[in-house]
């Protein structure tokens, strides 16, 4: 615990490396996702195909990823942000295809009937429904952008993961304890949030939202 | 020129090599409300949503008052017609006064008249006005539809369709949301167009029924002359024209003491004897009074709920046999 008590500025830096790391991996991955979900549940023949590359890409071991970005992209920030993005997707666009596929098709039918645009049917009423769904993707996705962005520490990209190898290299148990214990923290704590808003998520879909 | 003039429509979709509607046409007068009715898969739903362009159709056109329904914006037409589904499809997200407010609000309209319109729209489909703030997993299936009926009506639209609107609901519900809608109908007076498979439901609501069979449309004519003259053999079944009592629950007391106006002064001595029953009621029930009550004369009450004259079992008889020559003409 002595390094963490000694050097907080430090660790709070990489900390707050790694947290703009994580929220701009995933913003710029939602940016993707989102469309490729609504492709995938509109056109059911583009659905298995793009599905099926987006898990392969998840397959690849993760350190691996971000050497084989080196040549493209050298160290730091810019080939971790893309493995994390890559990543991301298959998360992401699952379950906005599960979530939107899942809106009960009468109410999409009685949406259509009462009159509403494609865009009011898309954004009032599936897009709501689908939310808890979508929501719980973008959980395991931010927990996973934590865990496999500590790792980019290896390419320079800094974060909590800094800690972790050079406390390793130098064989420095207190570092390698800092670092655990900041990515554990960053990790409950989004998790703790997203939860929340998954909740508040499925109280407004079953019908006993916000002010009962 | 009806509200809804349907004119050699034909649709199929894609991968089937029947098509779902084959040149059909029907007129659909103003205020008044036709039952689509035929076996699943005839086509019926799929020639209703013809009308408000959930489906396009390969050739024919429809009107609606007059306007060939392709040159209106799909969404526009569709806030101009009141829609209803068997599943309700209520949007569960929603308290009950949104789900009712869909349409005033996409037309825009000023958020007290949409407060006003909810209220009024409560009372006129049964449910109290505690309901608004209330979601719909919190209501039961009937309750649930009534909301249905009031979106659709929500915006005063002068055209419905509805596809099998009481068809998921339990016998004892279902009876008592097709009398009420036939009151609100009375008093509302729109233009209908109705699906159902369920004979008796058309028979009880129907203005007009048109039979429909592997997607064309068989017959088109009121309840009682379809009944009486059925067009084939396919109407006959359906209809089960051959069962007297259909028939009699589909003609009013009315129709036969009508016949017997000049009557009442020459039986004036046994008025008031037996069983009362009322003008509107359908000769089978008074029939079934007959039988019951072992009286050789029921007494008919008119609207202001005085003797208007006597009906016997003979009367009936006559009925029956008058409308069968009618049938063999």
Request: no cysteine; proline share 10%; glycine share 14%.
């Given at each position: 615990m002595r390094y963490l008590i000694d050097n907080p500025a430090t660790v709070l830096r990489l900390l707050g490396q790694q947290l703009w790391l994580t929220l701009t991996a995933l913003a710029l991955a939602s940016l993707f996702a989102l469309p490729l979900g609504v492709l995938a549940v509109r056109s059911p023949r583009i659905r298995g195909p793009l599905l099926g590359i987006l898990s392969i890409i998840y397959t690849i071991p993760s350190l691996a990823l971000f050497v084989l970005l080196i040549p493209f992209m050298?160290?730091?920030?810019a080939p971790a942000l893309t493995a994390l993005v890559a990543y991301a997707q298959i998360i992401l666009v699952r379950n906005i295809t599960v979530g939107l596929l899942g809106v009960d098709p009468a109410v999409l039918e009685s949406a259509r009937g009462t009159g509403m645009t494609a865009w009011q049917c898309f954004w009032r009423i599936e897009v709501r429904l689908a939310l808890p769904v979508i929501l719980a993707g973008l959980r395991v996705a931010i927990l996973t952008t934590i865990s496999i962005g500590t790792l980019a520490a290896f390419i320079n990209?800094?974060?909590?993961g800094t800690l972790l190898f050079t406390g390793v290299a130098q064989s420095h148990p207190d570092k390698i304890l800092a670092g655990a214990i900041g990515v554990t923290a960053l990790a409950l704590a989004a998790n703790a949030i997203t939860r929340a808003l998954e909740g508040r998520a499925i109280r407004v879909v079953r019908g006993n939202g916000s002010g009962g | 020129m009806g509200a809804i003039d349907i004119e050699h429509v034909h649709k199929r979709f894609p991968g089937f090599t029947r098509p779902a509607v084959e040149d059909c046409s029907l007129v659909v007068e103003s205020g008044e409300l036709t039952v689509l009715l035929g076996p699943s898969g005839s086509g019926k739903t799929t020639l209703l949503k013809l009308v408000n362009r959930l489906y396009e159709p390969d050739a024919g056109r429809i009107l609606v008052d007059g306007t060939d329904?392709?040159?209106?914006p799909g969404a526009l037409l569709r806030r101009r017609i009141g829609y209803v589904i068997?599943?309700?499809?209520?949007?569960?997200?929603?308290?009950v006064e949104q789900n009712i407010a869909t349409v005033p609000q996409l037309l825009g309209w000023p958020r007290l008249r949409i407060d006003a319109r909810i209220d009024e729209l409560l009372d006129l489909v049964g449910l109290?006005?505690?309901?608004?703030?209330?979601?719909?997993?919190?209501?039961s299936g009937g309750e649930q539809q009534r909301v249905g009926l009031a979106r659709a009506l929500a915006a005063d639209p002068k055209i419905m369709l509805m596809d099998?609107?009481?068809?998921?609901?339990?016998a004892i519900t279902r009876a008592r949301l097709q009398d009420e809608f036939r009151m609100i109908q009375q008093k509302l007076h729109k233009t209908i167009l109705f699906v159902t498979h369920d004979v008796d439901e058309a028979l009880r609501l129907a203005d007009r029924v048109a039979v429909m069979r592997t997607g064309r449309i068989v017959q088109h004519d009121r309840p009682l002359a379809m009944i009486t003259r059925p067009h084939d053999d396919f109407v006959r079944q359906l209809l089960t024209s051959d069962d007297v009592l259909r028939q009699l629950s589909l003609v009013p007391v009315a129709a036969v003491v009508g016949r017997l106006a000049g009557a009442p002064a020459r039986e004036g001595p046994t008025m008031g004897e037996g069983p009362a029953v009322r003008a509107s009621d359908s000769l089978r029930a008074a029939l079934s009074l007959l039988l019951q009550s072992g009286a050789p004369a029921l007494t008919v009450i008119g609207n202001g709920g005085s003797p208007v004259g006597r009906l016997t079992f003979d009367d009936i008889r006559r009925a029956v046999l008058a409308s069968r020559a009618e049938a063999q003409r």
């Open positions: 050298g160290l730091g920030f990209a800094g974060g909590l | 329904v392709r040159t209106i068997q599943q309700v499809g209520l949007f569960p997200h929603l308290r109290p006005r505690s309901y608004r703030r209330r979601y719909p997993r919190h209501l099998e609107p009481f068809g998921a609901l339990d």
